[in-house]
Every structure is written in C-alpha cells, then in structure tokens.
C-alpha cells in the first residue's frame, strides 16, 4: 500500500502519543494538514508562529506530555525560532515541526529557503532535517526521545516538501522504547551517599530546576520532603536570589553549609555559588559538562557529582532519605524563609482608595483564583509580574522562566487550558498583552476560554524602572506607552468579552464577571507603575 512521507510522520506522531499540535498554516506544510484528516490529531490553528511554540510548551508542561508545535518555512520558522529560548531554559519538552524547501532545489534559491536546521540549533536539544520520507516516522521517534531525555527541552526536525510528498511503500513504525526516553537513573550507592550528606549537614539546602515545576515534579519533591524534612527550592526565575515568589532565600544560601544541586545548573541564578562561602556543594546533574562546571566554579566546595536526570534523581533520594537529628529548627527556617513576605503588603489587600498598587491587583486576582479552586496561573512581564508571582496563590502555576522574554503569557494561557481544562488566569503587563493580542481570537475559535489580566502603566515599565535606577529620573525616556489604552475593547472585538477598572473597588465584581463569560476576557486595569518589589529583612 502507497503512503507519503506526510502519512508516515503523522503515524509517527500518533505513535508518540501526540494528540494536539499547535500550528499555523503555510504551503510548506499543506501536505501534513491533508494526511491529519482522520489522524485524531487536533489542530490548533494560532495567528502567529512563535505563539504556537509557546502554546506547545505550556501544554507540555501541564499536561507532562510532549508538546507539539508545526510551522511553514523560511520566515515561518524564523519566526518559530524567538520561542525557543523559554521553551530550553524552561527545560521543556517541545518538538518544533517546520516546512522547508526541497531537497532536491537547495542551493538553486529555493522558495523560501534558509538553513532552518543551523538557525534551530543553539536554542534547541537537536536540530536536523528529514532525508528520506522512509525514515520520517524514526527522525519523528529520535526527536521525541531527546526532547525527553535527560534535562527536557525543545528539539527541532525540518520536513522538505519533496520528503513529505513522496510516495513509499508501507513502513514498519520504529518500536515503542525507540520514542521514550533514555533513562539517566541515579545508583542506589550514589544516592545513598547523597543522601546520608544531606542528613548529617546542619543547613543543607536542596535546589531544583525548572523542569520540576510540573504537577509530577512538584509531587515528587513533596515527597522528598517528607522523607528527608528539607524542602526542595525550585528556581525558575532570570532574577534568580531576588525572585519574590522565593522570599529571602538569598539569606539561607548565606548560612547553608550544604547545597545540593537536583539537577539545577550552577549558574547566573544562584550568583555561581558566592552567596554560600560556607557551603559545600554535590551536583546531581544530567549533563557532564555542567559538572564539570560546577567543579571549576567552586573549586575546593565542590564535593562530587554525578550524571542523572533531575526526576529520577529526586525518586532515589525519596527512596533512601531520612531526617537528620537536629535539623528541625532549619527545616522549619527554609519554609518559613521561602514564605516570608512583608507585613506590610497586607495593607494592599482589600480595596484601597487612590491609585491601583500592583499588589493590590495581585491580592484581588490571588482572591479570585481561590474562590475557582482548582485554577491555573500564568504570570508574564516585568514589575508587575514580579509583584503577582510574590503574592498569587494557585495550585499550578506558568511564568515566563529563566529567560527572561516576556510575551508569553496569553499563548500560554491557551496551552495551560487545552492541556487542562480548568479555571485559567493569565497576569501580565500592557507591554506584555502586545506581543500576541491576536490570540484571543485563537481562543475563542477554539474554545479555550481564559481570563487575561493586563495590568496598564503605560510603559514599559521594568526598562523605566533601570532608566530611575542607573541614570536618574531626568534622563528616563522613551519607554513610554499609550496612556489608558482600553486592551478590553480588542477583547470584545476578538469574540471575548472586557472589562476596563480604574478603581480597586471594582476588581473583585470585574474579576467574576470574566470568569462567568466563560469566554477569554481581558480585564484591563489601569495601576500604579511601581518597580518591583526587592524581599530583604
């Protein structure tokens, strides 16, 4: 029996467990929408092509599945490409699927040719193209695998039309280990080891990377605390010691006289280890040259190392932990460290007359969420995201990563939901809403509703705040956005319904309504342009 190459990708993917891909259309790929039909594969059409990534990498993050993201060639993919980044520092597994010329015209000045495998390549895990539609469904199986393995993140395959088009006879699929990932498991020596370090230290400090935070990942470091008694600190932020959602942790690694790294890079976040001069350091780590780091980094602290994937490292450790006999006091003072936050920010609770406060909005956006329950959080900007991380609560959370880029939010407000159809808020900044508004009607079309929060300054308010600091308030300029813009208004227009406050009063009313439209509402909210908060005591 005849198939394309498309045919053969697609039995690929469903064999790798894919049942949504975000994409957007372009004659690179038009072979592949026509082999879906029937597949059982949706597709979520979006407005532009990094969105699709995004939205592929929220979903896998939630969904503890592999995302999946399809976009045409040339400019589709370069445009593909800027998503990359969040996706690798967020260690998630995303597959991009681009078009691309033929093979048979490159170097002739192909339609839209470009050399999309090198452009993928430093932001991704791998980045190859497809030679034969033969071997479509094993390139589809070596890209999945990679994306799983070790330290997760994105990886690129390019799919030529002249690949995708060809006619093949019947192709055995690959076998299903050949789709999954390689284990990278952690000896029970090894972790004994670990273990017995961390109970015989008086401060230790356990960190985690971002490819813990995940539903699995949080649950498997509960448990971990509950054997050993330390809680695990996850960092997923660029500001790193100063992320507010970690309190004063800059204060334990201080006094920390054991750090252990699970599967946390030694890198910018933690200052390269120079807060903890009294710490030793073991680095459970899926990357050898990344120990290798942390041993020229730290010099004498280091004590050893050793190559295992962050969540197989953690389940061994579970497995072999138990507490040390007088950490007690210490482990309280990590909890109650990473929680702390200011007294003072009560009184931005409630509705306070004058001007918004960005952690007033936090407040009342925390408020609403509980009353949902089982809600999800997206955070994405730059002051004001800085102040809803400290304060929101939710029992799942997105933000944008130790990237850095902001712009995310609202695809992966649409990636949170269809991965998890629960009550969805998405907190970001006016600058932030910018970069993808049109999603909103992504949204509506497709049936993911979310509430969309737009915190309104009217600049750009992180890159002010620098101009204040560094140079003076004489000399900030250009960063200045369009006073009261009503966002709220695209909302309507987009199919989704808005609601413009000025006044605190009326957040919690404002708030309920867009959950009950049970369409994606933007609420936009005129506030205070405050910088961030900075957690000392």
């Known amino acids: 029996m005849k198939q394309r190459g498309a045919d053969l990708l697609v039995r690929g993917l469903k064999a790798a467990g894919v049942s949504r891909i975000f994409t957007l259309s372009g004659n690179h790929i038009m072979e592949v929408f026509d082999a879906l039909i029937g597949s059982g594969i949706e597709l979520v ?3 532009h092509e990094a969105a699709a990534v995004h939205m592929a990498d929220a979903y896998a993050r939630l969904s503890g599945q592999l995302g999946v993201a399809m976009v045409t060639g040339g400019q589709g993919h370069a445009n593909a490409c800027a998503a990359l980044p969040t996706a690798l520092a967020g260690e998630v597994p995303v597959l991009l699927l681009s078009g691309h010329a033929p093979l048979a015209e490159l170097g002739n000045g192909a339609f839209q040719e470009l050399p999309q495998a090198a452009m993928a390549a430093p932001v991704t895990k791998a980045s190859g193209t497809a030679q034969s539609a033969a071997g479509l469904a094993a390139d589809v199986a070596r890209a999945v695998s990679v994306a799983l393995s070790g330290r997760p993140g994105p990886v690129h395959l390019s799919l030529p039309t002249d690949v995708i ?15 999954a990932p390689v284990p990278m498991q952690l000896p029970a020596q090894t972790a004994r080891l670990v273990a017995e370090a961390i109970a015989q230290a008086a401060r230790p400090l356990l960190l985690a990377p971002p490819s813990l935070i995940t539903p699995a990942g949080t649950a498997a470091m509960d448990a971990l605390e509950a054997a050993c008694g330390i809680q695990p600190v996850a960092m997923n932020s660029p500001r790193g010691l100063a992320d507010p959602t970690l309190g004063a942790l800059a204060e334990l690694l201080a006094e920390a006289d054991l750090v252990v790294l699970l599967g946390k890079a030694l890198d910018f976040t933690s200052r390269f280890g120079r807060p903890a001069p009294q710490a030793r350091f073991i680095a459970l780590e899926p990357e050898g040259a990344l120990i290798a780091r942390a041993q020229r980094l730290l010099g004498e602290r280091f004590l050893f190392g050793a ?3 962050p969540m197989a490292s953690v389940t061994a450790l579970t497995a072999v932990a138990s507490r040390g006999a007088a950490q007690d006091s210490w482990a309280a003072r990590v909890r109650e460290t990473i929680a702390w936050r200011p007294a003072a920010w009560a009184a931005f ?6 001007p ?25 900007g730059g002051e004001v995201g800085q102040w809803a991380q400290a304060i929101v609560k939710a029992p799942r959370r997105i933000t944008n990563g130790v990237a850095g880029a902001i712009g995310a939010g609202t695809p992966f407000a649409i990636g949170a939901r269809a991965a998890m159809p629960k009550p969805t808020l998405a907190l970001m900044g006016d600058g932030s809403f910018g970069f993808h508004m049109a999603e909103l009607d992504t949204a509506a079309r497709h049936g993911t509703p979310f509430v969309c929060v737009v915190g309104n300054d009217s600049r750009w308010n992180a890159e002010h705040q620098i101009q204040i600091r560094d140079y003076g308030a004489n000399r900030a300029h250009g960063c200045e956005l369009a006073p009261g813009t009503r966002y709220d208004l695209i909302a309507t227009a987009l199919g989704g319904h808005g609601e413009f406050v000025e006044r605190a009063a009326d957040l919690a009313p404002a708030l309920a309504r867009a959950f009950a439209s049970n369409r994606p509402a933007v609420v936009n909210v005129i506030i205070e342009g405050q910088p961030a908060p900075a957690l000392k005591r």
Do not use: N
Not at 349 to 354: Q, V
């Open 45 to 47: 059409h979006t407005r």
């Open 307 to 309: 190559v295992a994937d």
């Open 349 to 354: 609770a409630g509705a306070p007359d004058g």
């Open 356 to 380: 918004i406060h960005p952690a007033t909005l936090a407040h009342a956006v925390s408020a609403a969420l509980e009353a949902h329950g089982d809600a999800t959080f997206v955070c994405d």
């Open 165 to 179: 088009e060809a006619e093949i006879a019947e192709v055995a699929l690959p076998a299903p280990a050949a789709f």
